[in-house]
Nanobody, 122 residues
Framework: QLHLVDSGGGLVQAGDSLRLSCAAS????????MGWFRQAPGKEREFVAG????????VYADSVKGRFTISKDNVKNTVSMQMNSLKPEDTAVYYC???????????????WGQGTQVTVSS
């Protein structure tokens, strides 16, 4: 079992950058695919980015492609997401999660972090 702790959120202005981190505790973190999701008020939780276990394959939602970059450090047991050129529509609670396989489908993700709030003002 893995325990995930999300951090790095905050209040920024449009065009700014933030770096989210997800720290994992538990064995075999290195063998898991990981992902980031987000949930805005009144909306469904949606896929943002995913990375495979070794960190050499990634997938992104179209809305963040070219602006967000996901990375994984199997030594430090962390998965991070660099978010550049932030927009007000990026405002949401962001969650990292463990995937059974690298996919954009929420039901294939099991363990979840507690979430970190990102607010982008215009």
């Amino acid at each position: 079992q893995l325990h995930l702790v999300d951090s790095g959120g905050g209040l920024v202005q449009a065009g700014d950058s933030l770096r989210l981190s997800c720290a994992a505790s538990g064995r075999t973190f290195g063998s898991y695919d990981m992902g980031w999701f987000r949930q805005a008020p009144g909306k469904e939780r949606e896929f943002v980015a995913g990375i495979n276990w070794i960190g050499d394959s990634t997938v992104y939602a179209d809305s963040v492609k070219g602006r967000f970059t996901i990375s994984k450090d199997n030594v430090k047991n962390t998965v991070s997401m660099q978010m550049n050129s932030l927009k007000p529509e990026d405002t949401a609670v962001y969650y990292c999660a463990v995937a059974r396989t690298l996919t954009t489908t929420r039901r294939n993700y099991d363990y979840w972090g507690q979430g970190t709030q990102v607010t982008v003002s215009s």
